[in-house]
T-cell receptor, first 116, second 110 residues
Framework: GAVVSQHPSWVICKSGTSVKIECRSL??????MFWYRQFPKQSLMLMAT?????????EQGVEKDKFLINHASLTLSTLTVTSAHPEDSSFYIC????????????FGPGTRLTVT | RKEVEQDPGPFNVPEGATVAFNCTYS??????FFWYRQDCRKEPKLLMS???SGNEDGRFTAQLNRASQYISLLIRDSKLSDSATYLC???????????FGRGTSLIVHP
C-alpha cells in the first residue's frame, strides 16, 4: 500500500508555544489530506480536510486560527498548533487519499503531542 | 442516529475462535466501504476494502449487505495478534470525506 509519513512522531512543548506537524505522501500524489485527533480510548475525530492549493475545510468546533493547515504541494500538508495548551495534548494523525485509488486513504504514523 | 455504528465491544474470544463484527450505516448513498485495524497508540491501517461481491483475504472475510445497510468482518482461526480495534469506514457518493465508526475492540486470549 501507499506510504504516508509524519514528523515529528512525538513532541513535548511548553504551553503557549506553537508546534508544526508535517504529513507527507512518499510514493504517491495526494490532492486531499485529512487531519484527525484522537484522545485516549476515544475514536478518531476529523479536524479538517486539506486540499492542495486551496484553503482547508474545518469541521464544526475546530478553530481554524488555532489549527493552521497548509497544503502547498501534492505530497505535503502541515498542521500548526498555535499557542498550544495542555488540553491540546493528543494524538494527531494525518491521512492522504491516493489519486490512483480515490477512495482509499492511508494514514501517517501519528504525532503524539504533549503540552506541559 | 449516527451515520456509522459499531458495537464497541470488547469481544473477548479464545485463540482459534471465529468472530464476526457488523457495522451499520445510515446513508443509502454510501458507495465504498473499508475495514481498518488500529492497534493501541498506533495509526489505523487499511485491512481490506469491502466490495459488493464480498472480499476474502486469508482468514478475513468482508461482506456488504446493501439492502440492510451493513458490512461485516469475519475473522477465522483468531490469533493473539488479531487483538486490536477494528474500524468501519464508509464513503458516500459524491463526498470524499470518510465517515468512521467508533471501532470494535477485539481481545484474543490464549
Amino acid at each position: 500500500g501507499a506510504v504516508v509519513s509524519q514528523h515529528p512522531s512525538w513532541v513535548i512543548c511548553k504551553s503557549g508555544t506553537s508546534v508544526k506537524i508535517e504529513c507527507r505522501s512518499l510514493d504517491f500524489q495526494a490532492t486531499t489530506m485529512f487531519w484527525y485527533r484522537q484522545f485516549p480510548k476515544q475514536s478518531l475525530m476529523l479536524m479538517a480536510t486539506s486540499n492542495e492549493g486551496s484553503k482547508a475545510t474545518y469541521e464544526q468546533g475546530v478553530e481554524k486560527d488555532k489549527f493552521l493547515i497548509n497544503h502547498a504541494s501534492l505530497t505535503l500538508s502541515t498542521l500548526t498548533v498555535t499557542s498550544a495548551h495542555p488540553e491540546d495534548s493528543s494524538f494527531y494523525i494525518c491521512s492522504a487519499r491516493d489519486r490512483r485509488h480515490a477512495d482509499e486513504q492511508y494514514f501517517g504514523p501519528g504525532t503524539r503531542l504533549t503540552v506541559t | 442516529r449516527k451515520e456509522v455504528e459499531q458495537d464497541p465491544g470488547p469481544f473477548n474470544v479464545p485463540e482459534g475462535a471465529t468472530v464476526a463484527f457488523n457495522c451499520t450505516y445510515s446513508n443509502s448513498a454510501s458507495q465504498s466501504f473499508f475495514w481498518y485495524r488500529q492497534d493501541c497508540r498506533k495509526e489505523p491501517k487499511l485491512l481490506m476494502s469491502v466490495y459488493s461481491s464480498g472480499n476474502e483475504d486469508g482468514r478475513f472475510t468482508a461482506q456488504l449487505n446493501r439492502a440492510s445497510q451493513y458490512i461485516s468482518l469475519l475473522i477465522r482461526d483468531s490469533k493473539l495478534s488479531d487483538s486490536a480495534t477494528y474500524l468501519c469506514v464508509v464513503n458516500s457518493k459524491g463526498s470524499y470525506i470518510p465517515t468512521f465508526g467508533r471501532g470494535t475492540s477485539l481481545i484474543v486470549h490464549p
